[in-house]
T-cell receptor, first 117, second 116 residues
Framework: AQSVTQLGSHVSVSEGALVLLRCNYSSSVPPYLFWYVQYPNQGLQLLLKYTTGATLVKGINGFEAEFKKSETSFHLTKPSAHMSDAAEYFCAVSDPGSGGGADGLTFGKGTHLIIQP | NAGVTQTPKFQVLKTGQSMTLQCAQDMNHEYMSWYRQDPGMGLRLIHYSVGAGITDQGEVPNGYNVSRSTTEDFPLRLLSAAPSQTSVYFC???????????????FGEGSRLTVL
């Protein structure tokens, strides 16, 4: 079974500083990887995803993530934080061979990003 | 574009009452699912459906029923509400039966349920 670990339930950065949200996964096969963002009182929306090909993927709002197979990681970064980035961020992993089964997509517990003015 | 629409947005129930959370999508998505979100627990899958007439259980199905009579609608029924079902519920859909090939779930805005 696959699992996702997000290090830090809360991360606080100053406006303009680097954002780094950590995600590690365990999977028996090369996975598909995702980051979702949840703004207050809203549903989740996809930030970016890695399936195959280039390991550095760019998403919306200036975020990017790099798939590092040797480290089983998919950390999310943004060079300069903005107040509007304050939200909950979820890492998720999918087994490409799951065929849409109940365990096909596994979410981490989320990281709350706080932006200090 | 409406996307995924959930109703109601807020609901307060007494223990033992039943209710239905409605979910509708207008994107002709095959796959639909219900999650609950609790503090520190992330999202947990309750039930899902890969097409009209087909449903299956997720990680936490007890106390909930679903049906999928049409492609568009996927209601979640609480049979006899309990305080442990106090949560925020999200409906999500995807345009592929095989979620793994796409990975992009489209979420509704959520339904906040309190059971007293």
């Amino acid at each position: 079974a696959q699992s996702v670990t997000q290090l830090g339930s809360h991360v606080s950065v100053s406006e303009g500083a680097l954002v780094l949200l950590r995600c590690n996964y365990s999977s028996s096969v090369p996975p598909y990887l995702f980051w979702y963002v949840q703004y207050p009182n809203q549903g989740l929306q996809l930030l970016l995803k890695y399936t195959t090909g280039a390991t550095l993927v760019k998403g919306i709002n200036g975020f990017e993530a790099e798939f590092k197979k040797s480290e089983t990681s998919f950390h999310l970064t943004k060079p300069s934080a903005h107040m509007s980035d304050a939200a909950e961020y979820f890492c998720a992993v999918s087994d490409p061979g799951s065929g849409g089964g109940a365990d096909g997509l596994t979410f981490g517990k989320g990281t709350h990003l706080i932006i200090q003015p | 574009n409406a996307g995924v629409t959930q109703t109601p947005k807020f609901q307060v129930l007494k223990t033992g009452q039943s209710m239905t959370l409605q979910c509708a999508q207008d994107m002709n998505h095959e796959y639909m699912s219900w999650y609950r979100q609790d503090p520190g627990m992330g999202l947990r899958l309750i039930h899902y459906s890969v097409g009209a007439g087909i449903t299956d259980q997720g990680e936490v199905p007890n106390g909930y029923n679903v049906s999928r009579s049409t492609t568009e609608d996927f209601p979640l029924r609480l049979l006899s509400a309990a305080p442990s079902q106090t949560s925020v519920y999200f409906c999500a859909s995807s345009y592929s039966v095989n979620r793994a090939n796409t990975g992009e779930l489209f979420f509704g805005e959520g339904s906040r349920l309190t059971v007293l």
